[in-house]
């Protein structure tokens, strides 16, 4: 391999790692989002579900 192609190489591998934890940090994000809409609709039914 040349220097060039090392370079290239090692910048790929550093630009795919970063897109991986770009990945994986969204799909925490949309958990979490998730996780509070359930919690939220759960207890909005709650509230509205109780007898008068």
Do not use: C, I, W
Request: charged share 25%; no cysteine; glycine share 2%.
């Amino acid at each position: 391999m040349t220097l060039e192609e090392v370079f290239k190489f090692v910048e790929a591998n550093e630009a795919g790692k970063r897109s991986a934890t770009r990945l994986v940090d969204s799909h925490a994000v949309d958990a979490a989002s998730s996780s509070y809409k359930r919690t939220k609709s759960a207890s909005y039914t709650q509230s509205h579900n109780k007898p008068l």
